[in-house]
């Protein structure tokens, strides 16, 4: 089996932490592939799961997010949840069947 593609867009920088934290979470190399806005507007439509009415906007919004700064890290998870937040490392873990992986 081949790696595990994940697609995402100039403006998804937490992909560069995610993508290398779910590989080893799943135990085997993960490839990021950056999407131009072009071919996530061709390519999001395509989801079953996704409205093709909220492509612009949502594109829109990562083009926002990559002209800003980085935001401030707050307490607002414990503070709204009354639980800390789920370390990127825990959440891949617990999810490496959804990347094609074992748990582990």
């Given at each position: 089996m081949g790696p595990v593609v994940a697609?995402?867009?100039s403006a998804?920088?937490?992909a560069a932490i995610a993508a290398p934290t779910a590989a080893r979470a799943v135990g085997r190399p993960l490839r990021r592939q950056e999407l131009s806005p072009e071919q996530e507007?061709?390519?999001l439509p395509a989801d079953p799961g996704f409205s093709g009415a909220f492509v612009?906007?949502?594109l829109g919004g990562y083009a926002t997010?990559?002209?800003s700064a980085p935001p401030a890290v707050t307490?607002?998870?414990p503070?709204?949840?009354g639980s800390p937040a789920t370390p990127m490392r825990v959440w891949a873990a617990g999810h490496a069947a959804d990347?094609?992986?074992g748990q582990g």
């Open positions: 697609a995402t867009t998804s920088g937490w507007r061709a390519r612009g906007e949502l997010m990559a002209a307490s607002a998870v503070g709204i949840t990347f094609g992986g």
